[in-house]
């Protein structure tokens, strides 16, 4: 946390998430700036819908919708079909 300027954020109440949001005095975007510059990399996360739905994913097949029965009503459904 020295790369940002926050040896605090070692500290007990920075353990959990929900601590550290709510103590959050950077915007993500200035911390990612901050870490690059130190030589830290870093990069965003993204939710699962952001991964399958990036076009770079969708451009190499590397999802894939699959058939999937429905044991409950006998009734088969396409998954990202």
Request: aromatic share 2%; no cysteine.
């Amino acid at each position: 946390m020295q790369a940002i300027d926050r040896p605090d954020l070692i500290e007990l109440d920075y353990q959990q998430n929900h601590h550290r949001v709510r103590r959050r005095k950077r915007q993500p975007d200035e911390v990612k700036e901050a870490m690059n510059k130190a030589g830290v990399p870093v990069g965003r996360v993204v939710t699962v819908k952001e991964v399958v739905e990036n076009d770079q994913v969708e451009a190499r097949g590397a999802v894939r919708g699959v058939w999937v029965e429905n044991k409950k009503s006998e009734q088969a459904g396409g998954v990202g079909m």
